[in-house]
């Protein structure tokens, strides 16, 4: 393990794929502070959260390449002279995978693929940190779930999430390029997606209590679900990219504070000062998919790189309100921002 794993990546070229995204675009910025030389890829398609107001103050101290990550040109060419590369592109909304699956194919399989072989045949040094997910996991037998639990998704994103991560440890112990990938939980922050509700709820709600809207409810909101804020996971990328003792292996990184959903929802509204719950019956196709409770235990993660949440949930919302109250209309169109802030 890197004992300072913050000054390896001074002067180290850096690539994050998705990286004008939510997590990556504060990953960057938290590369760039640290002298990294810091290379963005994003396909920027619309409605999948790439944004280019999410390096605002940055974007000098960037390099920017708007290309999607399926193209084997483009990738052989990117990925020839960078140290490591943090794979965050993908699609991410479950209800999109299941309407549209053979896009959520292209994009977490065959995609990572693309990237992966890029590796194998123009950069064998490089070190890949794969963004996985939760979700991978399906409904879990018992809380909180380590990484011994089944992987058993219940929808066609955690299959394609469960097989773009494989790539990956197929790669690290088949063909040498070192590769690991981080298991998260609900990621939330500054510069998530709030257009639409399609990518997590967690925006959504955020954006629906500035906007001071009810927040709906599915069920009696008693389901667990623990939060990262976006700085705590951005810190665990680091981490990982910087530690060999991460290569080959697979890692929760979930929040300390498991909250129901009427329990989150009650201290938006609180912390917002707007907003309110409904409860409601679960939409049909989205009951289908929903895995019940879920937090994750992140000891392994924990004990291999001192990684720990900082960040709580209150502190966490409060910032994330306060910057979506100040650059509202870069997120949301101009025309459905808040009367209050016009």
Known sequence: MIVDYREFYRGRKVMITGGLGFIGS???RQLVDLGADVLLVDSLIPDYGGNLFNIDGIADRVHVNV????QPSTMNYLVRDRAVIFNLAGQVS???SMRDPYTDLEINCRSQLTVLEACRNNNTEVKVVFAGTRQVYGRPDSLPVDEGH?????????VNKAAGEYYHLVYNNVFGVRACSLRLTNVYGPRQLIKHSRQGFIGWFIRLAIEDKPIQIFGDGSQLRDFVYVDDAADAFLRAGASDTCNGEVFNVGGDEPLSHRELTTLLVEVAGSGRVEYVEWPPEKKAIDIGSFYADSAKFKRTTGWSATVSVRDGLRRTIAFYRQHFDRYVDAAARPAEQV
């Open 67 to 70: 290309a999607d990550i399926r």
């Open 94 to 96: 479950h209800i999109d």
């Open 26 to 28: 504060n990953l960057g």
């Open 150 to 158: 089944l992987v058993r998704p219940t929808d066609v994103n955690g």
